[in-house]
């Protein structure tokens, strides 16, 4: 077992050796602008591009014209709002969406507030989950856009996204994922599920940093949206830009390969999660789990140990590379945004940790996994005076501190 481990596959993971050598080509010998008509390494270039969108497009359930090439989830997420908001925010301006999302989605609102906007904040449940009762209430005549996460990046929470969509159905109002996390991990099907654009990212499924899919529906109903980056008119003229070949020949291989063995991938990485849960559970105390108990993803555990901090967690198992929230925004102290708007308090927000496991982890791998937390727990609350309080009786939260 080679060391660093890495368990943090929700905030990257290594490109796959088959998506690589699909994609070496394209760097050299065939390495064409997919916009040059006139000649062969054009026609070769917007080949390739074209089975990119066939593979992708396999994944969803759509036409592969409804795909459009990206530089990742967050430029998707932006043309999908702020694009959404320029085409039909002139009369429309009410957009509903979740408190948990991703700052790819949260900032892009946020910016759509200052520009006349009004944006309904859903709060999750205790779970992280937003039902589609939520979304029907928070509806007016006014509302744009709905846009609602498929699976949460932090906790795993998958949101009853067919249910979601269906509601906006109803009234006609747009409706936009941020499948990110789920592509790939979860079946989709974007007209059983109603979703009028949906979001992906390569890298999230052993395919190239740089480059992400947008799906944007072209019928039933059509959608447009208008452009946040101007150019030379690609991508139906939603995103200018030259396309990069060699990264959607690798996001469409990792696309095609996620897909095919979701169902036997889905089952093994589910199996070590719960195993890891498991072995944490029986052999340590006073520990939470974080997010839906069922509804959510294969890969993801999110748990807080009371009493110690997770920053201090991780620095005691430098042999496993986790992570204290998203990937995003993990570089600050504060306590994760997606936790607290479940209601968790900032001291058990604090010592929370999310573990995210991969196509390239082992059951040898979860064992170590177990065994350094349980050690680095125990030893960490030993020097914690607040953890020998508990254990004495003393209720933590009626405590008066003196400065």
Same mark, same amino acid.
């Given at each position: 077992?080679?060391?660093?481990?890495?368990?943090?596959?929700?905030?990257?993971?290594?490109?796959?050796?088959?998506?690589?050598?699909?994609?070496?080509?394209?760097?050299?010998?065939?390495?064409?602008?997919?916009?040059?008509?006139?000649?062969?390494?054009?026609?070769?270039?917007?080949?390739?591009?074209?089975?990119?969108?066939?593979?992708?497009?396999?994944?969803?359930?759509?036409?592969?014209?409804?795909?459009?090439?990206?530089?990742?989830?967050?430029?998707?997420?932006?043309?999908?709002?702020?694009?959404?908001?320029?085409?039909?925010?002139?009369?429309?301006?009410?957009?509903?969406?979740?408190?948990?999302?991703?700052?790819?989605?949260?900032?892009?609102?946020?910016?759509?507030?200052?520009?006349?906007?009004?944006?309904?904040? /859903?709060?999750?449940?205790?779970?992280?989950?937003?039902?589609?009762?939520?979304?029907?209430?928070?509806?007016?005549?006014?509302?744009?856009?709905?846009?609602?996460?498929?699976?949460?990046?932090?906790?795993?929470?998958?949101? *009853?996204?067919?249910?979601?969509?269906?509601?906006?159905?109803?009234?006609?109002?747009?409706?936009?994922?941020?499948?990110?996390?789920?592509?790939?991990?979860?079946?989709?099907?974007?007209?059983?599920?109603?979703?009028?654009?949906?979001?992906?990212?390569?890298?999230?499924?052993?395919?190239?940093?740089?480059?992400?899919?947008?799906?944007?529906?072209?019928?039933?109903?059509?959608?447009?949206?208008?452009?946040?980056?101007?150019?030379?008119? =690609?991508?139906?003229?939603?995103?200018?830009?030259?396309?990069?070949?060699?990264?959607?020949?690798?996001?469409?291989?990792?696309?095609?390969?996620?897909?095919?063995?979701?169902? =036997?991938?889905?089952?093994? /990485?589910?199996?070590?999660?719960?195993?890891?849960?498991?072995?944490?559970?029986?052999?340590? *105390?006073?520990?939470?789990?974080?997010?839906?108990?069922?509804?959510?993803? *294969?890969?993801? /555990?999110?748990?807080?140990?009371?009493?110690?901090?997770?920053?201090?967690?991780?620095?005691?198992?430098?042999?496993?590379?986790?992570?204290?929230?998203?990937?995003?925004?993990?570089?600050?102290?504060?306590?994760?945004?997606? /936790?607290?708007?479940?209601?968790?308090?900032?001291?058990?927000?604090?010592?929370?940790?999310?573990?995210?496991?991969?196509?390239?982890?082992?059951?040898?791998?979860?064992?170590?996994?177990?065994?350094?937390?349980?050690?680095?727990?125990?030893?960490?609350?030993?020097?914690? *005076?607040?953890?020998?309080?508990? =254990?004495?009786?003393?209720?933590?939260?009626?405590? =008066?501190?003196?400065?």
């Amino acid at each position: 077992m080679n060391k660093p481990i890495y368990m943090d596959y929700n905030a990257t993971t290594p490109v796959d050796p088959r998506v690589l050598e699909a994609m070496l080509p394209y760097f050299r010998g065939q390495f064409g602008n997919a916009a040059s008509k006139s000649h062969a390494f054009g026609w070769t270039a917007e080949k390739a591009v074209d089975k990119g969108r066939e593979q992708l497009a396999t994944v969803i359930g759509c036409d592969p014209s409804e795909i459009l090439w990206t530089s990742g989830a967050t430029e998707g997420n932006n043309i999908a709002i702020i694009g959404a908001a320029r085409m039909y925010g002139e009369k429309n301006k009410h957009i509903i969406t979740c408190k948990t999302e991703h700052k790819a989605v949260v900032d892009p609102c946020k910016y759509l507030e200052t520009q006349g906007f009004e944006v309904t904040w /859903l709060d999750p449940d205790m779970t992280g989950r937003v039902s589609a009762d939520q979304v029907r209430e928070a509806l007016r005549d006014d509302t744009m856009l709905v846009s609602i996460m498929y699976a949460n990046n932090e906790i795993g929470t998958v949101h *009853p996204i067919e249910e979601i969509g269906a509601a906006c159905k109803e009234r006609s109002v747009l409706f936009h994922t941020d499948a990110t996390q789920a592509f790939g991990k979860l079946p989709i099907d974007v007209d059983a599920m109603n979703i009028s654009v949906l979001t992906m990212s390569a890298h999230k499924v052993y395919g190239p940093k740089g480059v992400g899919g947008l799906f944007v529906r072209k019928r039933n109903p059509r959608v447009r949206l208008q452009p946040v980056v101007y150019g030379g008119g =690609q991508e139906r003229g939603m995103r200018s830009g030259t396309l990069n070949v060699p990264g959607i020949v690798g996001c469409g291989m990792a696309a095609e390969l996620a897909f095919s063995e979701m169902k =036997q991938e889905g089952e093994r /990485l589910t199996g070590m999660r719960d195993r890891l849960w498991a072995g944490l559970n029986d052999r340590l *105390p006073e520990i939470t789990l974080n997010g839906h108990p069922t509804h959510r993803l *294969p890969n993801t /555990l999110n748990v807080s140990f009371k009493y110690i901090e997770g920053e201090s967690l991780m620095m005691g198992i430098s042999d496993i590379a986790v992570s204290s929230g998203s990937a995003c925004t993990s570089a600050s102290l504060e306590p994760s945004y997606v /936790l607290r708007a479940m209601g968790v308090g900032d001291d058990i927000a604090h010592s929370s940790i999310r573990i995210s496991l991969g196509r390239f982890n082992t059951d040898e791998e979860i064992t170590f996994a177990i065994d350094a937390l349980v050690e680095a727990v125990n030893k960490l609350r030993e020097l914690s *005076p607040l953890y020998e309080m508990a =254990q004495e009786g003393i209720d933590i939260s009626k405590v =008066q501190w003196k400065a």
